[in-house]
């Protein structure tokens, strides 16, 4: 009998393992049977029983319209009434977008080997020379301060050149005008001018990503693309997209802007059109816009256009000409000189032609925005903010290799250099996942999940660097002025925190809320024939469903105890995995299983309560995420050619995102609300303890000598960002100092040995050539170290000035 219980726990083990269909376990069931019958001796009448009840079981198991018929129908039944019913809204945001490898992380089986077969996209040849030129040109044109504190706007010239070289249309396809730029290139200019200029960068970005033109390209009609998509191109129009409402923020779908459909005149003639009345804020672009991408909810109570009277959201294209629209005064986000304000209309009449995509399209307004924004937001706040993660490598390497205390350049001192690390590695894996996720977009995804991913951990990312690189600059970071390249980053990092989905919903509500339902093989496929289907093929959807997902929350349970057991030894890898890396692929397959369980039992457990239980759900997304963005590191690292000297960057990525993951599952454990249940998940998931540990001390030295080195390994962790050619502005002598810096440090020693003998004067140690060298490498370091004061206005007087005598010479030029 210890045989057969053995043998039993085995073949359950080994077929779950497996995931084997339902018809081997049923053979298996039999021959353990047959072989309890023959060492228990067991009466005929007994083994009759036996066997017939095998045969039941089997029956009910195997045949599909037997098991419908007993089982599953009567399951669907009760998840019919449990499961609450779906706004409209929240079925179009489920189904915006689309999965990707978000999908098999949620399945517990990752197949490396197709993603990794997955080609490095690549800039063409036309967008490398757009970045080497136009953008290359663009950013030498801006000067931070001038931007930000003496214009608050970018300069005339700027924005002419902004429209005359066509960034305003870089997702507007040539035919169009526009540039027709894939999404890599559309991120990688993005990325170049946010190392140089936030506020050039955003007024570039919002009109390439939700707006408008993504809009038209999608949805809108012949008419209007044919009409407007040229004009976005060449910058004769200013786009931007009024979403939010004071009343709803976050809950951008309960917006109570509104519209009528009626008659009215419209050049003179009566037409069918819409009353529109509305009020938005923090609409960037808002100020200056020419044309104004609307979103209201759409009312039809005389049934002008059909049946229904609430027809839901609508988006509309409204020239801010128009009589009634109110374009208002200017907001100002935390010193960010971006142009951002409100707008508001009442009663303002449209004609229906203004709704994007037509009549056909009233209604549709939140698809089309939930659409749109699953692959926009793959790109533009991401992408920003490795940007500026990358400049914060380069520029902090550069000052803490410079700034010296206690007679050594502080990037020595084990505490900077521990932040300096951090910022390194962190760069890495935020220009691992822009690459990828860019990618995908590229591919014909729609990301929705992996874009909020990347939105959420690529702004978060980018605050913790600015943090960090603050507290290295110390006094230097905190005074504002021309000498300062890091105080307005540092101000404006809650910015994008907030924008495109607040950070604290986009956590907690969305990547695991929708990834749950969305990326999960079965559950979307469940909820659609409980909800939407009828009868027969209900009952035939239902039941494939839930046997399928039965079996893979089984198969998931048992290789999460295995994997945890044998510390991933048996977890996959990709087949040509090499051996720096093959333990990391192993430890986020065992994480891929163990997420996939436990989010399985989690809804089963809370149900419908899980919605509100955001802390859990914010911890499960946590694990999702933390498995993306290494995956995204793995990648990037095969991608580039397994280069050695990148190690360091990828073990402290990938290592710090296991832990992560750990202590997401250990908060999720200790706060599950079925303890005993909880007790169970923890010994499943890790039996041995939990054995993920935070990247080494030694590794983030490693990590830290790459931003303080100059070499191949700092130039491709800041491959793509604008480095200033000559000493002209602060991060150009920044960059000569750092060289003159290294290549004078044989010299400082030369000096200090002399000094340890009495020997003060440099004149009498060093060579004529020496001298000037290390009198050039003193003086760039006074200038990199100088911080700026100013009169008691703070220099605006004298700024308004100039900018007033610039504006009369280019009017008299005119």
Not at 1 to 30: D, E, H, K, R, S
Not at 506 to 515: A, D, K, P, S, V
Not at 716 to 732: C, Q, V, W
């Amino acid at each position: 009998m210890l045989a057969l219980a053995l043998g039993a726990l085995a073949v359950f083990v080994v077929f779950a393992y497996f995931q084997m269909p339902l018809v081997w376990w049923t053979i298996a069931a039999a021959l353990l049977a047959w072989y309890a019958s023959v060492i228990g001796d067991f009466s005929f009448i007994l083994n009759i029983s036996l066997a017939t009840a095998l045969v039941v079981v089997a029956a009910v198991l195997n045949l599909p319209f037997i098991r419908r018929k007993l089982l599953t129908d009567h399951i669907l039944a009760v998840y019919r009434r449990i499961l609450p019913d779906m706004s409209q809204t929240e079925k179009e945001a489920i189904d915006a977008g689309t999965v990707w490898w978000d999908g098999d992380l949620f399945s517990g089986k990752p197949d490396w080997d197709k993603l990794l077969a997955v080609p490095a996209p690549r800039l063409s040849a036309e967008e490398q020379a757009f970045l080497d030129g136009p953008v290359e040109e663009l950013c030498a044109m801006c000067n931070d301060w001038e931007i930000t504190h003496e214009r608050q706007d970018l300069p005339p010239q700027v924005w002419q050149f902004i429209k005359d070289k066509g960034f305003l249309g870089m997702i507007i396809p040539r035919k169009f005008g526009g540039l027709g730029f894939s999404a890599l290139a559309h991120s990688a200019v993005v990325m170049k001018l946010s190392t140089r200029s936030s506020t050039a960068a955003i007024t570039v970005m919002v009109p390439n990503s939700l707006g408008p033109g993504e809009l038209l390209l999608h949805y809108g009609t012949d008419e209007q693309k044919n009409h407007y998509l040229p004009r976005l191109a060449k910058g004769l129009e200013v786009p931007c997209f009024a979403l939010t409402n004071p009343e709803a923020g976050s809950d951008a779908a309960a917006i109570p802007d509104r519209a009528v459909v009626c008659k009215g005149i419209w050049q003179g003639k009566e037409v069918l059109g819409m009353r529109v009345t509305w009020d938005k804020r923090y609409i960037t672009l808002g100020p200056v816009a020419t044309l104004l991408g609307l979103a209201f909810r759409l009312y039809d109570p005389e049934h002008l256009i059909g049946e229904k009277e609430d027809l839901g959201i609508t988006c509309a294209l409204v020239p801010t000409s128009t009589p009634g629209v109110n374009i208002g005064r200017r907001h100002l986000p935390l010193n960010a000189a971006f142009q951002n304000g409100p707008n508001w209309g009442k009663d303002v009449f449209m004609p229906l032609d203004w709704i994007i995509g037509g009549r056909d399209y009233a209604g549709k307004g939140w698809m089309m925005l939930m659409g749109c924004l699953a692959a926009g937001r793959a790109i533009s706040l991401p992408t920003s903010s490795v940007g500026g993660a990358k400049a914060l490598t380069r520029f902090t390497g550069a000052y803490a290799r410079v700034r010296a205390q206690f007679k050594t350049p502080i990037g020595r001192l084990e505490g900077v250099e521990e932040a300096l690390g951090r910022i390194a590695a962190h760069t890495y894996m935020m220009d691992a996942t822009r690459v990828m996720t860019a990618g995908a977009v590229d591919l014909g995804e729609k990301p929705a999940v992996l874009s909020a991913i990347a939105k959420y951990h690529m702004t978060e990312r980018a605050r913790a660097c600015v943090n960090d690189a603050m507290d290295i600059h110390g006094g230097k970071g905190i005074c504002l002025g021309p000498n300062n390249w890091l105080g307005r980053g540092y101000q404006i990092a809650p910015v994008a925190i907030t924008v495109e989905g607040a950070n604290i919903l986009t956590r907690t509500l969305i990547i695991f809320g929708q990834g749950a339902i969305r990326c999960h093989p079965y559950v979307l496929r469940e909820m659609r024939a409980a909800k939407e289907l009828e009868a027969a093929e209900a009952s035939r959807e239902f039941d494939d469903a839930f046997t399928s997902h039965v079996g893979h929350v089984i198969s998931n349970g048992v290789r999460t105890l295995v994997y945890g057991l044998t510390r991933s030894s048996f977890a996959p890898v990709p087949r040509n995995s090499s051996a720096e890396t093959r333990h990391y692929y192993r430890h986020v397959s065992r994480l891929s299983a163990a997420f996939a369980f436990l989010a399985d039992v989690s809804m089963l457990a809370m149900g419908g309560a899980l919605k509100r239980k955001e802390k859990i759900s914010g911890r499960l997304g946590d694990v999702l995420s933390m498995m993306y963005l290494a995956s995204a590191t793995l990648k990037r690292y095969e991608d580039m050619g397994r280069v050695k000297a990148d190690l360091p960057l990828v073990r402290w990525s990938v290592r710090d995102a296991l832990y992560h993951a750990q202590q997401a599952l250990d908060g999720i454990f200790s706060n599950f609300p079925v303890k005993s249940l909880a007790t169970l998940l923890r010994w499943t998931i890790f039996p041995l303890g939990m054995s993920f540990r935070p990247p080494l001390d030694s590794r983030n030295r490693e990590c830290a000598q790459i931003a303080l080195e100059p070499g191949a390994a700092r130039d491709r962790l800041t491959a793509g960002m604008y480095i200033p050619k000559g000493e002209t502005d602060a991060t150009g002598i920044l960059e000569a100092a750092f060289a003159a810096a290294i290549a004078g440090e044989p010299i400082d020693r030369k000096l200090r040995d002399a000094r340890k003998q009495g020997i003060n004067d440099p004149h009498a140690v060093l060579t004529a050539e020496e001298l000037v060298q290390w009198q050039r490498k003193e003086a760039l370091r006074k200038q990199v170290i100088k911080v700026d004061d100013f009169p008691q206005d703070f220099g605006r007087a004298e700024a308004a000035q100039r900018i007033s005598s610039e504006k009369s010479i280019s009017v008299k030029a005119a």
